[in-house]
Structure formats: structure tokens, C-alpha cells
């Protein structure tokens, strides 16, 4: 699955628009008791309103001023950590919590908002990262001093909801010492797949720079992203297409170094049907990498979003890829001819895929 281990049977991930439904049962679960400190709980009244506050967070990621994620313990949605406030430019950003009383007790928020901080500092260079709470909320004060962060002060009347006061905690990035970087999925001892974003312009198109003669001849890519405004360019369509839920992209790291990825060229939910695509540096191939990010993948499109088809595609003469596709359990239903151009040449393309019911069955 695409998402980061808290714990034996919890996990932190994105929350997104297509979880609406589910999390708008949870917001009403827990109502009376994360309501009296958190004010957008008022605002979640149906289900659309649950996809709207969704929306607005996922729209707000591809712009890269905010994100949200969930926790799930035992497969159930049970709180989540969200940057409500989020300035790059400023080094600056805010980040509030909230839980499941059932689920309290057993370290899941300090653990979740460990790692988001820990991103944020050591990934996106922030220098500043706060926490509102208000003075009676306890247990939101005890996870801020879990975390390391100084009381600065309390804001009077700072919120609307009857005028109630608010401290001010915060930890810079000097005092941190805590967590492990990226929020992502290990393949391996020094190996990682996660999310590929705008911010990321820059390694990217060093990586397919030093790749291109390489990867050239089978992944459009290649002849797209020349520089960084291109590769910003790709990967922002990329930011818009995740809040969308038409696509997304991942790159897989190696001791912090960006050797390739995997993507969703194409993701639509409605019809259960996405198309997957890869690439990767040679010099990192024969390790696995490639089918072990590909089978997180699938196994989140299958088994998380209820796909019933994930579809691969690649040149004839690129024996590299439909090696990973027969690795993977496809089938190889045929070619189309002439089905796309490549730096001004029509290409044929085989078409892969493997079935829910296939992959399931290899689990």
C-alpha cells in the first residue's frame, strides 16, 4: 500500500477527495469529542461537504500550501495530521491533529505529526513549524511538549468560535533531532518510493538528464523535460491530476538520491481502469526496485481504490519492460499499431494488464 507504517496495524497516508464518504462517518463518530477544539468539524455536514473539505486540501497540495493525511488503525479511518498553514517561502508552517478517543493512548498522533515534521524540516527546509492549541485542551498540549516545541505565548481572542484564546508552541528547525525525513514507502534498507511533487523540479530533471539516451528511446519523458522549468512544468500537471484523481507520480530514492519512478499516466476511478508507466536509471536496475514499487501500485489500486484493471504499455523491442510486466502477473493482450508518436515517429505499443481478480489471487 501506499502509505507510511505508524505502528504494527496503523498507517499514515494522504487523505483524499475519494475518501469523503468515509471520512464523514468519521468526523460524525467523533463529533463531541474533537469538535469543542477543532472548528472546521462544524463544517462537515454530509457527505458533500466531507468531498469539498477534501477538495479544497488536495487543490491546495498541488498549489503547495497545504496537505492533509489520514491515520488508519486496523484498517479503520481514525484521526488524522494536516499542515494548515504552509509557506515555503517563508520557511513557516502550521500543523494541527485530530483523533478517535478510542484510538488515544497509544502514541499514533505524536508518531504521525513526528514524521510530518520531520519531512518538513528535513525535506521542504521549513525553519519554523507551529502548533495552535487552546489552554484547556490538555491533551493537545501534552502531544506539543512530546514533541520537543516551546510554549512562546498565548494569543488572546485569536479564535471566532467564542472569542477563545490560543498558545502559541513552535519548533525550529535547530532543535529538531527527531524522525527519519520523507513520508514514503521502503523498498529496501536504502531504498524509497514516494510522492513525486513540483518541489522536486529540480532533482527531477537532473535525474532524467543523466538518463535521457537511456530511457530516450521508450519513455516520452525524455524528450519533455529538459530543464527545470519542464520538468516543474510536468510535475505541477502531475499535483493537478492527483487533486483531480486522474493520475499521480512517485519516484523511487536511493540513499536520498532520485534514480526513477512510477506513475499513473492515466487513473480513471469511474471506470476502474488505470494505465501505469516507470522509469528508472541503469544504474539502479537489477535490484527489484522497479517490480517491488510497481506491486505497491497496484496492490493500492486494487485492494485501497477498487480498480479492476491496471494496464501497461510498452514498445515491442523494449524487452526490459514487458519483463516487468510478466513479473507482475500480465497478460499480453496485443499490440496497437502505430498507436503513438515518439520524438516525431509512431510507435507500436504492447498492451499488458493484470485483473483484481488476478492479482488477488497472487496475494
Known amino acids: 500500500m501506499l502509505a507510511f507504517a505508524l505502528a504494527d496495524d496503523a498507517e499514515l497516508r494522504p487523505l483524499e477527495p475519494w475518501n469523503a464518504e468515509e471520512f464523514t462517518a468519521h468526523i460524525t463518530h467523533t463529533r463531541d469529542y474533537v469538535g469543542p477544539w477543532i472548528p472546521w468539524v462544524d463544517t462537515i455536514t454530509d457527505v458533500d461537504a466531507g468531498r469539498r473539505f477534501l477538495q479544497n486540501y488536495a487543490d491546495r497540495q498541488a498549489a503547495d500550501d497545504g496537505r492533509l493525511y489520514g491515520i488508519w488503525a486496523g484498517g479503520k479511518l481514525v484521526g488524522g495530521t494536516g499542515f494548515r498553514i504552509f509557506e515555503p517561502a517563508n520557511g513557516m508552517c502550521e500543523l494541527g491533529v485530530w483523533l478517535d478517543p478510542a484510538a488515544a493512548g497509544q502514541g499514533l498522533i505524536t508518531e504521525a505529526a513526528r514524521h510530518m515534521i520531520d519531512w518538513a524540516i528535513r525535506d521542504r527546509g521549513m525553519s519554523r513549524v507551529q502548533w495552535q492549541t487552546r489552554p484547556d485542551n490538555e491533551r493537545s498540549t501534552a502531544v506539543a511538549q512530546r514533541l520537543g516545541m516551546t510554549k512562546e505565548g498565548v494569543l488572546r481572542s485569536a479564535s471566532d468560535r467564542g472569542r477563545y484564546d490560543a498558545e502559541m508552541w513552535s519548533v525550529l528547525a535547530s532543535e529538531w533531532t527527531a524522525g527519519q525525513g520523507a513520508i514514503g514507502v521502503r523498498l529496501n534498507d536504502n531504498a524509497e518510493l514516494r510522492a513525486l511533487e513540483p518541489w522536486n523540479a529540480e532533482e527531477f530533471a537532473r535525474n532524467i538528464d543523466r538518463i535521457r539516451d537511456y530511457i530516450g528511446p521508450w519513455v516520452g519523458m525524455a524528450h519533455v523535460v529538459t530543464d527545470t522549468t519542464s520538468g516543474h512544468k510536468v510535475l505541477r500537471n502531475y499535483a493537478n491530476k492527483l487533486a483531480a484523481d486522474s493520475g499521480r507520480i512517485y519516484g523511487i530514492w536511493i540513499d536520498g538520491e532520485l534514480v526513477g519512478g512510477t506513475l499513473f499516466r492515466t487513473f480513471d476511478a469511474a471506470n476502474g481502469i488505470c494505465e501505469l508507466g516507470v522509469w528508472l536509471d541503469p544504474a539502479a536496475t537489477g535490484g527489484g526496485l522497479i517490480t517491488q514499487a510497481c506491486g ?55 498492451v499488458w494488464s493484470v485483473l483484481a481478480s488476478e492479482w488477488q489471487a497472487r496475494k
Open 296 to 350: 505497491h501500485m497496484i496492490d493500492w489500486a486494487v485492494c485501497v481504490r477498487g480498480m479492476s484493471r491496471i494496464e501497461w504499455r510498452c514498445s515491442p523491442a523494449n524487452e526490459r519492460s514487458a519483463a516487468v510486466a510478466q513479473r507482475l502477473g500480465m497478460t499480453l493482450e496485443g499490440v496497437l499499431r502505430s498507436e503513438y508518436p515518439l520524438d516525431g515517429v509512431r510507435q507500436d505499443a504492447q
